[in-house]
């Protein structure tokens, strides 16, 4: 039971990571850089530059990649 939660809510994402979303943006953007983490995250879209306040649980569900320095990770 411990170990299913621990998997569950543990999704690695830091600050400045590039997170390539399932759902794009309405400029046709699909990659999302993270500016802020905490009970909400805070990413700006890589093209048009607009912010966007998405609770964990979302962003999370939403993720198709995770690039950090430039790898996948
Ligand atoms: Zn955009």
Redesign the pocket.
Known sequence: MINYIFEVIVTDIREGDKLTMKKT???G?NIFTVLRIGMDFRIS?D??G?IIMLPRKKVEKGIKKIVRNGETV
């Open positions: 943006h309405p400029c953007n879209c093209k048009c607009r």
